[in-house]
């Protein structure tokens, strides 16, 4: 299906309009490396068949879309990237009146390991900043990863390419989107103010009193809400998005917290088996989880391990 891509000379990936006609393309192909056949015909039916005229290797469109704006970017070495006094601060940017900013990166790694994250692009600057880059076509940043970037202090842009299907490609508007312009990008971390409201995770120093029975606000690293005897886990991310998961598997627990998620607009994650709240329904899923439990604790992590300890939003 994806033979709309192929690998010049020098092996960039190449789109079949970019390229002279027929053998002349002189392209391989990305999946078996024979010599590819650019045939152009009306713009819809442009495409690369084998010259031997086999049959098209299978390649999904999405990882050579992604493939092709890593290499958009690399062949660029920057890009256009909003900008914001929440993530000029992080970086120790100037904040200037403009809402943008040209990120040139003297250094950029594609793939590259960093902790517990792979990026698709990390980006360093001549000042030594680093900015992982993600890009993004059907599965987008979870809140785990997120979550990552934010435990890591690393600055993370997502470039959303959902518009160039198969038959929405088209090379310069992706070069546009990549490079050029904003509306297509988005800082996963750090999310200003507006979107996250900059509490820590603080570990509650004490178990419920008395004075704490007013509804704290302060954030909590986990709450286990106990339904039906199975434990129920309640994450909170820096955003302030929950991650809702039930830990001991039981179907009516599970049940009970699809419902309340579902309800809560919440999107499942296959990946993590939890159920992801926005943060502006965080609060209202508390609650209900809360009515339906016996136990409510939050989960301390110290040096013997994980223990429980009564939540101060215990009934
Ligand atoms: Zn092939």
């Not at 990305?30 to 068949?49: D, K, S, W, Y």
């Not at 929405?168 to 507006?194: I, M, N, T």
């Not at 606000?217 to 302030?240: A, M, N, Q, Y």
Request: hydrophobic share 40%; glycine share 6%.
């Amino acid at each position: 299906m994806s033979s709309l891509f192929g690998l010049d000379s020098s092996d960039r990936l190449v789109f079949v309009s970019e390229v002279p006609r027929g053998l002349a393309c002189q392209c391989r192909c990305v999946a078996c490396n024979e010599p590819l056949i650019a045939r152009q015909g009306t713009v819809r039916e442009h495409h690369f068949a084998h010259a031997s005229g086999r049959e098209p290797c299978d390649v999904s469109h999405e990882s050579l879309l992604h493939r092709y704006a890593k290499q958009v970017i690399l062949e660029a070495g920057g890009l256009m990237v909003p900008m914001d006094s929440t993530v000029a601060g992080h970086l120790g940017l100037e904040l200037s009146s403009a809402p943008s900013a040209d990120l040139k990166l003297a250094r950029i790694e594609v793939e590259r390991s960093v902790q517990d994250v792979r990026p698709d692009l990390l980006g360093h600057t001549e000042e030594g900043l680093t900015i992982a880059i993600e890009v993004a076509y059907s599965s987008f940043c979870d809140l785990f990863k997120v979550d990552q970037f934010a435990r890591q202090g690393l600055a993370a842009l997502e470039i959303d390419l959902r518009a160039f299907t198969p038959e929405g490609f088209e090379p310069a508007a992706v070069r546009s989107a990549v490079l050029h312009d904003l509306q297509a990008k988005a800082w996963l971390w750090p999310k200003p103010p507006a979107q996250q409201e900059a509490v820590p995770p603080a570990a509650p120093s004490a178990p419920a009193t008395a004075a704490s029975t007013e509804a704290p606000k302060e954030r909590l690293p986990e709450e286990i809400v106990t339904i039906s005897g199975r434990w129920v886990s309640i994450k909170e991310f820096p955003s302030g998005d929950l991650a809702v998961r039930v830990i001991t598997y039981d179907p009516d627990v599970v049940s009970i917290v699809k419902t309340i998620a579902q309800a809560n607009y919440a999107r499942y994650s296959p990946k993590w088996k939890s159920w992801n709240v926005p943060r502006w329904r965080a609060e209202a899923v508390r609650v209900e989880l809360r009515a339906w439990a016996q136990r409510v604790s939050i989960v301390m992590q110290d040096g013997a391990g994980l223990r429980h300890v009564p939540s101060p939003f215990a009934r």
